[in-house]
């Protein structure tokens, strides 16, 4: 073969090569998925609201349970919602709001955060769960009319006096259960005069709900001294208990918490019908019969 001819041959597949190369390219460049454009979207600052996080009727005592939080658009918050510290800094702020969730995980582990400030009060108004929890609906310990709303249905709040003797030396607490006994003196039935008493129990497994203006004990209280108990009782209980104040002294007997599921209330004359009325006592040798009142 002549050289000039094998030139040309070599000439041709170098350029079928380099053709094929490039239509090669041409090929995996209109194949390639073409990368979406990034569109610039402006992040809302948001802040962590206080909800609640089911259902809350009124009289409800709230639990950590009841609250949570949830995040909100920091220009849609009302100055009556609970919030957690300052708005949430935008999307590109990553390390700042990294910065933020770490203070406040160890600020809520240690204290608990604002959520434990609320905890222990007491829900005025229903609120619906996933609503903010304002101030207006719900009642914080120690606020005006805290009391009233942490009465349960158609139960009273009533006060009697108390002294460390007569309420088991301080030892009873804000809602502890307790019996109530009646002590009270009459003349002797003899005719030499004196003074004789007659103990019995007016009211058995009733609620403590304050002591003085204490309603709730401290975590680490062992006992509370004060001058007046606050009762939880019924409307009739209540006349029942006002009877028994003027006629003697009353005194608070601690009831254990396994018997705390028992019946509750005033102690009826009916219950006592079975007692003697009177009882004959031997003095010298001598029977007197005296009346029990």
């Known amino acids: 073969m002549k050289p000039a001819r094998i030139a040309v041959i070599c000439i041709a597949a170098v350029s079928a090569i380099g053709l094929a190369l490039v239509v090669r390219a041409m090929g995996s460049s209109s194949h390639q998925p073409s990368r979406p454009a990034v569109a610039a979207v402006e992040t809302r600052p948001m802040t962590r609201v206080l909800v609640a ?37 935008p999307a590109d702020g990553r390390a700042a709001e990294a910065a933020a969730k770490v203070a406040r995980a ?121 001058a007046t108990a606050t009762l939880e009782v019924t409307p009739g209980d209540a006349e029942a208990l006002a009877q028994a104040k003027s006629e003697g002294e009353l005194s608070l007997m601690l009831r254990s918490y396994a018997d705390t599921a028992g019946p509750s209330g005033a102690v009826r004359a009916a219950a006592r019908a079975d007692a003697p009325s009177a009882v004959r006592i031997y003095r010298g040798g001598a029977p007197e019969t005296v009346a029990v009142p």
């Open 53 to 89: 996080a089911n259902d809350l009727q009124p009289g409800k005592r709230l639990g950590d349970a009841d609250m949570a939080w949830k995040d909100w658009p920091s220009d849609e918050v009302n100055p009556a919602f609970i919030v957690d510290g300052p708005a949430k800094p």
């Open 106 to 226: 160890a600020t809520e582990a240690t204290t608990g955060g604002t959520k434990g400030d609320y905890v222990g009060s007491v829900v005025r108004e229903t609120i619906l769960k996933g609503e903010p929890i304002v101030a207006r609906k719900i009642v914080r310990a120690g606020d005006s009319g805290y009391l009233a709303a942490y009465l349960e249905p158609g139960m009273r709040a009533m006060a009697i006096s108390v002294t460390v003797e007569t309420a088991a030396g301080g030892f009873i607490l804000p809602g502890d259960r307790v019996d109530v006994v009646m002590t009270r003196e009459f003349p002797a039935q003899s005719g030499g005069g004196g003074t004789q008493y007659s103990t019995s129990t007016v009211m058995r497994n009733i609620k403590v709900l304050a002591i003085d203006q204490t309603t709730r004990a401290a975590d680490d209280e062992q006992a509370v001294v004060g």
